[in-house]
């Protein structure tokens, strides 16, 4: 068994093996020498142990992962695999474990916190991709509900769910042959999550006498899961929105060293066991780890009421889906896609994918559990037999395709599996771009990657436009604002004139005596307070808020032009320098709006910040907290168009680079092209790439 590795250049690596183990011994090898650092991280963020090296700030996490038992529920997943897929994973650990020493070595971070790389296990791709997506279908928010209603009352229980933006999200665009210059399908999108540095996908080629594929890689992940095009099939996701993790609230006791739940049968023994976390320039924490007949707790204990447990498929199936990612690198068709997926677990996708010879598919795929309606909006009783599982929702939606498909997270094709979606603002501005043009290329699809209008800000404008008796600033604002193009350029003083504003009318709604009981969030673990500020919440859902008859004493008017009139008299604004908002003076929005990348440690001599455009209902989404900051924390983490007419047509872009390593070539290479909404080529022709020699 062989395999070499080539590169394009952009550094992006080509592996070609004899066979597939080979192939994935060579990919688990090469993101071990281009990611060391980022791999070993998310390693030991899947077994509860990144505190040891990052300090403190990463102990929040690590209690959560040791609490609901990833890496115990990756290793139950690997050990049910079938044989191939379990040999097939195998052979990936052999290779980043072959690789990481040389990687590390290379990576200035594993000195800097006196980090020696580790041992993988084979489930630890299991538990790496576990951690990815155990908050991806946002399971907090029902402890939100829960706070709004024991504060505000039952009718306020769904008051934020305006279809507010989720943690992650993607856009997603199929269109049919009949709609192209070719004649062919495109395949088109881009994923949106918090932006990281090294990027969370990674740009890659896997080629043996069974398949070639090009795809988009999660490192420290086998195969390519979520993007790929094999030659003859191309498929793409976004998040389905679906709601499959419930919330129990637990009534636990203690019997000597042992813990009893209350369940439906009454008192029964629940597991227990302390692990230590240990923590950098600190001394280690004792974690108890819980799980009841439910599942694991992860809030509260015994001693500490509530305790509250996560009930999550792949804990209860003992599978993650993995058997799907080397049927999906052998697929031809979409039929061939559409029965890989059908093994799908976790997370639950929006699945679209064409192949060569006209075939089109749209659907649902993953596990989703059949229950109680109310599992989906609130924590629900451990005791009450009527919130238990009964089943799988089977077979999950499909729809046909008509000559273009959408998928941007909004309400549609997995309605009837979820709660809260993304506004449809996105979606629609897709679809009208699509439609405004015919015999669309891939190189023609930056434009709608790269759109910047602003859907949702047509509802406060409406409403702005209405008010009369402002100070002549304000007055000025609000006609300025209201002749606003809506688009979110990086160049424009207009848009930033309207963030300004909305920011100011986020604040003032969060500060109003009316929402006052949810300013305090209730004590749940660190992990979960992203879900549980006000600030944001309100910052999502201005519009259904302002519109609500539950709360009390709250006058949209008088809020918006409280709003505008703050803005135009031009104080600075804790979310960036504002400038003077009425008189034409606010810096463009770029100037606010930059790129926040997260790092695991960050560089030491990190460059200049770039300025970006977008929002977070843009096509080009590119999303800020409105009221908290300005800075993008979460956006486009690579851009794509798969041809299904000639592969090397296809186009992609990622927000940085195809290595890891600070200071390379190819860490940073790619980041030029993806400010500027460019795509890049997809290389296939082999003899138009540089084999690297076996030496490292």
């Given at each position: 068994?062989?395999?070499?590795?080539?590169?394009d250049?952009?550094?992006?690596?080509h592996?070609?093996?004899?066979?597939?183990?080979?192939?994935?011994?060579?990919q688990?090898?090469?993101?071990?020498?281009?990611?060391?650092?980022?791999?070993?991280?998310?390693?030991?963020?899947?077994?509860?142990?990144?505190?040891?090296?990052?300090?403190?700030?990463?102990?929040?996490?690590?209690?959560?992962?040791?609490?609901?038992?990833?890496?115990?529920?990756?290793?139950?997943?690997?050990?049910?695999?079938?044989p191939?897929?379990?040999?097939?994973?195998?052979?990936?650990?052999?290779?980043?474990?072959?690789?990481?020493?040389?990687?590390?070595?290379?990576?200035?971070?594993?000195?800097?916190?006196?980090?020696?790389?580790?041992?993988?296990?084979?489930?630890?791709?299991?538990?790496?991709?576990?951690?990815?997506?155990?908050?991806?279908?946002?399971?907090?928010?029902?402890?939100?509900?829960?706070?709004?209603?024991?504060?505000?009352g039952?009718?306020?229980?769904?008051l934020?769910?305006?279809?507010?933006?989720?943690?992650?999200?993607?856009?997603?665009?199929l269109?049919?042959?009949?709609?192209?210059?070719?004649?062919?399908?495109?395949?088109?999108?881009?994923?949106?999550?918090?932006?990281?540095?090294?990027g969370?996908?990674?740009?890659?080629?896997?080629?043996?006498?069974?398949?070639?594929?090009?795809?988009?890689?999660?490192?420290?992940?086998?195969?390519?899961?979520?993007?790929?095009?094999?030659?003859?099939?191309?498929?793409?996701?976004?998040?389905?929105?679906?709601?499959?993790?419930?919330?129990?609230?637990?009534?636990?006791?203690?019997?000597?060293?042992?813990?009893?739940?209350?369940?439906?049968?009454?008192?029964?023994?629940?597991a227990?066991?302390?692990?230590?976390?240990?923590?950098?320039?600190?001394?280690?924490?004792?974690?108890?780890?819980?799980?009841?007949?439910r599942?694991?707790?992860?809030?509260?204990?015994?001693?500490?009421?509530?305790?509250?447990?996560?009930?999550?498929?792949?804990r209860?199936?003992?599978?993650?889906?993995?058997?799907?990612?080397?049927?999906l690198?052998?697929?031809?068709?979409?039929?061939?896609?559409?029965?890989?997926?059908?093994?799908?677990?976790?997370?639950?996708?929006?699945l679209?994918?064409?192949?060569?010879?006209?075939?089109?598919?749209?659907?649902?795929?993953?596990?989703?559990?059949?229950?109680?309606?109310?599992?989906?909006?609130?924590?629900?009783?451990?005791?009450?037999?009527?919130?238990?599982?009964?089943?799988?929702?089977?077979?999950?939606?499909?729809?046909?395709?008509d000559?273009c498909?959408v998928?941007?997270?909004?309400?549609?094709?997995?309605?009837?599996?979820?709660?809260?979606?993304?506004?449809?603002?996105?979606?629609?501005?897709i679809r009208?771009?699509?439609?405004?043009?015919?015999?669309?290329?891939?190189?023609?699809?930056p434009?709608?990657?790269?759109?910047?209008?602003?859907?949702?800000?047509?509802?406060?404008?409406?409403?702005?436009?209405?008010?009369?008796?402002?100070?002549?600033a304000?007055?000025?604002?609000?006609?300025?604002?209201?002749?606003?193009?809506?688009r979110?350029?990086?160049?424009?003083?207009?848009?930033?004139?309207?963030?300004?504003?909305?920011?100011?009318?986020?604040?003032?709604?969060?500060?109003?005596?009316?929402?006052?009981?949810?300013?305090?969030?209730?004590?749940?673990?660190?992990?979960?307070?992203?879900?549980?500020?006000?600030?944001?919440?309100?910052?999502?859902?201005?519009?259904?808020?302002?519109?609500?008859?539950?709360?009390?004493?709250?006058?949209?008017?008088?809020?918006?032009?409280?709003?505008?009139?703050?803005?135009?008299?031009?104080?600075?604004?804790?979310?960036?320098?504002?400038?003077?908002?009425?008189?034409?003076?606010?810096?463009?929005?770029?100037?606010?709006?930059?790129l926040?990348?997260?790092?695991?440690?960050?560089?030491?001599h990190?460059?200049?910040?770039?300025?970006?455009?977008?929002?977070?209902?843009?096509?080009?989404?590119?999303?800020?907290?409105?009221?908290?900051?300005?800075?993008?924390?979460?956006?486009?983490?690579?851009?794509?168009?798969?041809?299904?007419?000639?592969?090397a047509?296809?186009?992609?872009?990622?927000?940085?680079?195809?290595s890891?390593?600070?200071?390379?070539?190819?860490?940073?290479?790619?980041?030029?092209?993806?400010?500027?909404?460019?795509?890049?080529?997809?290389?296939?022709?082999?003899?138009?790439?540089?084999?690297?020699?076996?030496?490292?």
């Open positions: 068994m062989t395999a070499r590795v080539f590169r250049a952009w550094g992006i690596p592996l070609r093996a004899t066979d597939s183990r080979a192939l994935a011994v060579a688990g090898r090469v993101t071990a020498y281009d990611r060391a650092w980022q791999i070993e991280v998310e390693r030991h963020r899947a077994g509860g142990t990144s505190a040891s090296f990052l300090g403190a700030e990463a102990l929040g996490w690590d209690r959560f992962a040791r609490q609901a038992r990833l890496d115990d529920t990756a290793h139950r997943c690997f050990a049910a695999l079938d191939e897929t379990t040999d097939w994973v195998r052979g990936y650990v052999e290779g980043v474990n072959e690789g990481l020493a040389t990687g590390a070595a290379r990576s200035p971070e594993f000195a800097a916190v006196g980090l020696t790389p580790g041992r993988w296990e084979p489930w630890t791709p299991l538990a790496v991709w576990l951690a990815h997506h155990i908050l991806f279908a946002g399971f907090p928010t029902k402890l939100w509900r829960e706070h709004v209603t024991h504060r505000l039952e009718a306020a229980a769904n934020f769910a305006a279809d507010a933006p989720s943690t992650a999200g993607s856009n997603g665009w269109l049919a042959g009949d709609r192209t210059a070719t004649g062919a399908a495109l395949l088109a999108g881009d994923p949106h999550r918090f932006i990281e540095d090294p969370v996908y990674q740009q890659i080629r896997l080629a043996c006498p069974e398949y070639d594929v090009v795809g988009l890689a999660v490192p420290g992940v086998p195969g390519v899961a979520h993007f790929g095009h094999t030659g003859g099939v191309a498929w793409a996701i976004t998040n389905a929105m679906a709601d499959y993790q419930d919330l129990y609230v637990e009534r636990l006791r203690r019997r000597g060293e042992a813990v009893e739940a209350y369940g439906p049968d009454g008192w029964r023994p629940a227990v066991h302390t692990e230590t976390v240990e923590v950098a320039g600190a001394d280690a924490v004792e974690v108890e780890v819980i799980e009841t007949a599942g694991p707790v992860v809030a509260g204990g015994p001693d500490d009421a509530p305790a509250v447990s996560l009930r999550y498929p792949p209860v199936l003992a599978d993650l889906g993995f058997a799907t990612l080397p049927a690198l052998r697929a031809r068709t979409v039929d061939d896609v559409d029965a890989a997926v059908d093994r799908w677990i976790e997370p639950v996708n929006v679209q994918a064409a192949d060569t010879a006209g075939g089109l598919l749209h659907r649902v795929a993953g596990a989703v559990p059949v229950r109680h309606p109310a599992n989906r909006l609130r924590v629900v009783p451990a005791w009450a037999p009527e919130h238990a599982w009964q089943g799988w929702y089977a077979p999950l939606p499909p729809a046909e395709v000559g498909a998928m941007a997270n909004e309400r549609g094709l997995a309605s009837p599996l979820g709660v809260e979606f993304a506004p449809p603002y996105r979606a629609d501005r009208d771009l699509i439609d405004s043009g015919r015999d669309w290329t891939a190189d023609r699809m434009a709608v990657h790269t759109d910047t209008y602003l859907g949702s800000a047509e509802p406060l404008l409406t409403r702005l436009a209405g008010l009369t008796g402002l100070e002549p304000a007055a000025a604002l609000r006609d300025r604002l209201v002749r606003w193009d809506r979110m350029a990086a160049d424009s003083t207009d848009a930033t004139a309207f963030a300004l504003f909305r920011a100011a009318l986020v604040r003032r709604l969060a500060a109003h005596p009316a929402l006052a009981p949810l300013a305090d969030p209730p004590p749940y673990p660190e992990v979960f307070q992203p879900w549980l500020a006000l600030v944001p919440r309100v910052a999502y859902a201005v519009p259904a808020l302002l519109g609500s008859s539950l709360l009390p004493g709250v006058d949209p008017d008088a809020l918006l032009r409280a709003a505008v009139e703050e803005v135009a008299a031009g104080p600075a604004d804790p979310g960036g320098t504002a400038g003077d908002a009425g008189r034409g003076g606010p810096p463009r929005w770029g100037e606010l709006h930059r926040t990348p997260w790092q695991a440690l960050p560089h030491p990190a460059g200049p910040v770039p300025e970006l455009a977008g929002d977070h209902d843009c096509v080009l989404a590119t999303s800020s907290i409105p009221g908290v900051t300005h800075d993008c924390l979460r956006g486009p983490a690579a851009r794509f168009v798969w041809d299904l007419a000639d592969r047509g296809s186009r992609w872009v990622v927000p940085f680079g195809a890891g390593v600070p200071g390379d070539a190819h860490h940073e290479d790619q980041l030029p092209s993806w400010l500027a909404g460019d795509l890049l080529p997809v290389t296939t022709d082999w003899d138009q790439l540089t084999e690297e020699r076996d030496d490292r």
